[in-house]
């Protein structure tokens, strides 16, 4: 079952969350609430809830295959974070890493969800362990997916600005979605169609073609909050068990991830060979192998 559910974030903004199991229960009959989850039985286990935190220009349903294994032992819930998926996307909202963490925060509290354990990709891994620092009351377990700690500097901007400028908008099908992001796109090495794949998620089509769902100036924006600040000092205060993934082929350098895990308290390293920055895409079945055994060990689940 997959069920959408508005959550009101910060500064009243409206955010498309995604459940991926059955709600709980009141009793051995009932069924959600008019307004949302209802609460469980007084004397019954609660299931252990995840939240998934998609990356920059990502989406809730890109979390669809991991939430489909997670719903066997734990409720997983799929957050579509501002200005992202079927979120409300205002040009003069705030973009800034405060805002996402707060967002973050009301959905476990308006849905129930703490203590969670939190899984994130890029963009998200970050909102992930800056919530894990900053409420380690919601939080038992973290996964942080090909995540830099350091500042990315303004180069870095610049060439995601010249990236952006590049791409042959609008499409003229889903397919040249898939050839374009997974073949044609001079920022590849080699082809991968699995990063194809993942960008048709992430496109409408319009009257003139298909064109993403987001707004890249608001991409931009977004990415400003990571370019000049590292969070190696958020990272340290993360007290929960936490799982640093790295694809060989990603954006998150070993020598970085290793230090990742020797700053975390509780840290764990994890490598995925053939995978690029899209891990969980990439390669499916070796980021369960990996994460999976993880979740069981730090997140107690429903018997």
């Known amino acids: 079952m997959v069920r959408r559910i508005d959550v009101t974030g910060a500064d009243a903004i ?10 709980p229960k009141t009793g051995p009959e009932a069924g959600p609430g008019p307004a949302g989850p209802a609460a469980p039985a007084r004397g019954a286990r609660k299931t252990p809830g995840v939240l998934l935190l998609h990356g920059l220009m990502g989406r809730a349903s890109h979390w669809a295959g991991t939430a489909r294994w997670l719903a066997d032992r734990y409720r997983p819930v799929a957050l579509d974070q501002r200005g992202h998926g079927r979120s409300d996307k205002p040009e003069d909202a705030r973009y800034d890493r ?115 769902v987001f ?11 990571w370019i000049h600040d590292a969070h190696w000092d958020e990272l340290a205060q993360v007290r929960c068990p936490t799982l640093v993934v790295r694809g060989l082929d990603g954006e998150l350098g070993r020598a970085e991830a290793q230090e990742m895990v020797r700053v975390l308290p509780r840290g764990i390293y994890a490598e995925v060979t053939e995978a690029g920055h899209l891990i969980h895409y990439d390669q499916p079945e070796e980021w369960r192998r990996v994460v999976e055994p993880f979740l069981q060990a730090a997140l107690p689940s429903k018997p």
Request: no cysteine.
């Open 14 to 23: 409206r955010l498309a969350a995604w459940e991926f199991a059955d709600p």
């Open 98 to 212: 405060e805002a996402y963490v707060a967002d973050a925060e009301a959905v476990l509290e308006q849905l129930g969800l703490g203590p969670v354990a939190l899984v994130g990709h890029a963009m998200g891994a970050l909102t992930a362990w800056q919530l894990a620092a900053k409420r380690p009351d919601l939080v038992q377990a973290l996964v942080i997916s090909d995540m830099r700690a350091s500042a990315l500097g303004e180069q870095s901007q610049h060439e995601w600005q010249h990236w952006f400028d590049s791409w042959p908008v609008p499409f003229a099908t889903l397919a040249d979605v898939r050839k374009w992001f997974g073949e044609d796109d001079p920022a590849l090495e080699r082809s991968r169609p699995a990063r194809g794949a993942y960008f048709a998620e992430v496109m409408a089509e319009r009257e003139d073609g298909w064109r993403p």
């Open 215 to 225: 707004s890249p100036g608001v991409m931009m924006r977004v990415r400003e909050t």
